[in-house]
């Protein structure tokens, strides 16, 4: 960057794009400017916070004009809390900058200059649509205790009392049991010094059922008078139906520890999707918003044009929560998941209504599709953000099954695995439909369809 800008300087911009990070965008001298809480067609002043060579990082300090799609917030610390990043943008232009982002990987990343990107689909709900919601813990400098999202770019939290993207029955539990901790005089774990026991608390929902599950993550298995406690809960929440805690004694940033142990009623909680009934527990991955989930697999099935005798692979398929419902349109289906409790529970969710033709591997994709003696017409990969190992790709473009769908919560990623399978013009890259599965937050998810190319 030019060197006459320094940080703390004050600059003007007209911010014109909102790049993947959610941040908007402003040019000083042709360089990039990212400054959060911004939206394209706003005109504002910002404070450079960290200035590189090529690009530099601002805070706003002031909106000259404001855009034409910018709103109110619906939270009264959405411009502090990390937790959401894209309340003050429209709804309509929201769906608007994923859609493009979808679009710009594809060409940037993938190659694809004609990418057959189709209009988004919107959730169909946009405030109150998360399932679950893990909060870390903190004491206040005055001793209190705080739950909440990190500040952007901080580990400082901002304590909260509700949250308008979570399910809005779990905001009374927020509140209350805070104060319980407090009540209890629990200590709460501090990073710095790897001292004090809560870490987290872990709040998931079955959306149609309303089944909930509380979770403490703690660096210790047993907190004093958590029996009780764990009962007062029960009986104060007529829709709890277990109580648990997850023992996470290891520094750093991973959540969730290994074991869970279930103090008082269930350890799972039921949730109903695609007429089927899943377990799901406060540890297993489970799509965050069950609605806009439906639509995709409702939309994964139209695409797919299923006839009933086919063989389908799942890689990535966590407790079931597509594999299932697809194993009731084909013959056979093979579930791959790296995770043993989720592997576990979609077994478990089999039997529980009765689909019997589906077998579950455990372990890593890219070692466990290689072995297999099966060659399937259709194979469905959701990875995680990190996308698949060149492994997989290798494997798919050997074993040529006729149709793979993609299902990524990651452009970048997909566009790279996307250029992979294309190559050598072995798949055509038929379309992509993004879906906005996380309303306020510049994620998008995204469900390709890559056929064989049989010319």
């Not at 993207?165 to 009540?183: C, F, G, M, Y």
């Not at 949730?271 to 799901?280: G, H, R, V």
């Not at 297999?372 to 290798?394: A, E, F, Q, Y």
């Amino acid at each position: 960057m030019n060197q006459c800008y320094q940080q703390g300087q004050l600059v003007e911009l007209e911010i014109i794009d909102l790049a993947h990070s959610g941040d908007g965008v402003g040019k000083l001298d042709g360089k990039a400017i990212f400054v959060s809480d911004t939206v394209t067609g706003d005109r504002i002043l910002a404070r450079l916070t960290h200035v590189k060579p090529q690009y530099a990082y601002g805070k706003l300090q002031e909106i000259i004009s404001p855009s034409p799609h910018r709103i109110r917030p619906s939270c009264i610390v959405a411009d502090k809390c990390g937790g959401c990043q894209w309340q003050h943008i429209s709804p309509e232009y929201q769906l608007k900058a994923k859609e493009n982002q979808v679009i710009q990987a594809l060409k940037r990343i993938g190659g694809f200059d004609n990418s057959p990107v189709l209009p988004i689909l919107s959730s169909p709900e946009i405030l109150g649509y998360r399932n679950k919601a893990t909060y870390p813990l903190k004491r206040s400098t005055t001793g209190n205790v705080q739950a909440g999202y990190y500040q952007r770019n901080t580990h400082q939290i901002i304590n909260l009392n509700q949250c308008p993207i979570q399910d809005t029955r779990l905001n009374p539990i927020l509140a209350e049991v805070k104060q319980d901790i407090q009540t209890q005089g629990w200590s709460i774990y501090n990073e710095k010094t790897g001292t004090g026991k809560l870490r987290h608390l872990g709040l998931r929902i079955g959306k149609r059922t309303g089944e909930i599950l509380l979770t403490l993550v703690s660096t210790s298995k047993k907190l004093t008078n958590f029996q009780q406690q764990a009962e007062i809960w029960l009986q104060r929440y007529p829709n709890l139906v277990g109580v648990s805690i997850n023992y996470n004694p290891h520094k750093g940033n991973k959540i969730f520890g290994e074991e869970t142990l279930n103090y008082i009623g269930r350890p799972c909680l039921i949730e109903e999707f695609a007429q089927l009934k899943f377990q799901l527990s406060s540890d297993t991955f489970f799509q965050i918003n069950t609605e806009a989930a439906e639509v995709l697999l409702n939309l994964l099935l139209e695409k797919s044009c299923l006839k009933g005798y086919e063989t389908l692979i799942d890689a990535y398929c966590g407790v079931g929560t597509f594999t299932l419902p697809l194993a009731k349109k084909v013959a056979q289906v093979v579930g791959i998941e790296s995770n043993q409790n989720s592997i576990a529970q979609a077994e478990n969710n089999a039997e529980i209504n009765g689909v019997d033709n589906v077998i579950f591997y455990t372990g890593n994709v890219e070692k466990v599709l290689p072995s297999l003696n099966v060659s399937p017409d259709i194979v469905v990969l959701d990875p995680p953000r990190k996308g698949c190992d060149r492994s997989v790709i290798d494997t798919l473009k050997k074993n040529y099954p006729s149709l793979i769908i993609y299902v990524s919560c990651q452009p970048s990623t997909l566009a790279r695995d996307l250029e992979k399978l294309c190559q050598e013009d072995i798949y055509i890259l038929e379309c992509i439909q993004p879906i906005d599965f996380f309303p306020q937050t510049p994620h998008v998810e995204s469900m390709a369809l890559i056929r064989h190319n049989i010319d």
